[in-house]
T-cell receptor, first 113, second 111 residues
């Protein structure tokens, strides 16, 4: 069985400061892991994905995430927040074969000027 | 390449009415799924399919039916709508290890 826990429902940062959105996963198989972003009243956009290659994954808009098997974590980071990063972020897991994709509950990121 | 197409974008139903949300993909993906999105709960899996003729229940299947007669189409049926089914619905398709591709969503209100 697979599950995803996003450890913070809301995160607030100041513009120009680092962003850390935390995600822990559980999977019976070698997982594929993803981060998606959703801006208000918009659809879902893929930020980055991990599929058993490099453990440090770089995505769009300066985001990156590190897969840590020992900690079952896949935290999303960005060195410097921008106002346009304000959105909801979802950590997502798929099992071996890539099917049955499960979402975390989401973390809403607020960016203060 | 249209990707994943969902229709309609908006719908208002009365309690007890039935309707079908349409989803079509043109990427020849085996895996398709339906999610509902509610505030603070992320996207919850309703039903999914790993190929034509094969469907299975997700986390919140009650009140919804699906079928998969072709690779391209995966409709979601509400047989008797209830206010608790007011939500935003997303269809997704996926090919093996790739990421899921999502439709633009259907905002459904049941009054």
């Amino acid at each position: 069985a697979q599950s995803v826990t996003q450890l913070d429902s809301h995160v607030s940062v100041s513009e120009g400061t680092p962003v850390l959105l935390r995600c822990n996963y559980s999977s019976s198989y070698s997982p594929s892991l993803f981060w998606y972003v959703q801006h208000p009243n918009k659809g879902l956009q893929l930020l980055l994905k991990y599929t058993s290659a490099a453990t440090l994954v770089k995505g769009i808009n300066g985001f990156e995430a590190e897969f840590k098997k020992s900690e079952t974590s896949f935290h999303l980071t960005k060195p410097s927040a921008h106002m346009s990063d304000a959105a909801e972020y979802f950590c997502v897991v798929s099992g071996t074969g890539g099917f049955k994709t499960i979402f975390g509950a989401g973390t809403r990121l607020f960016v203060k000027a | 390449n249209a990707g994943v197409t969902q229709t309609p974008k908006f719908q208002v139903l009365k309690t007890g009415q039935s309707m079908t949300l349409q989803c079509a993909q043109d990427m020849n993906h085996e895996y398709m799924s339906w999610y509902r999105q509610d505030p603070g709960m992320g996207l919850r899996l309703i039903h999914y399919s790993v190929g034509a003729g094969i469907t299975d229940q997700g986390e919140v299947p009650n009140g919804y039916n699906v079928s998969r007669s072709t690779t391209e189409d995966f409709p979601l049926r509400l047989l008797s709508a209830a206010p608790s089914q007011t939500s935003v619905y997303f269809c997704a398709s996926k090919g093996g290890e790739t990421e899921a591709f999502f439709g633009q969503g259907t905002r459904l209100t049941v009054v």
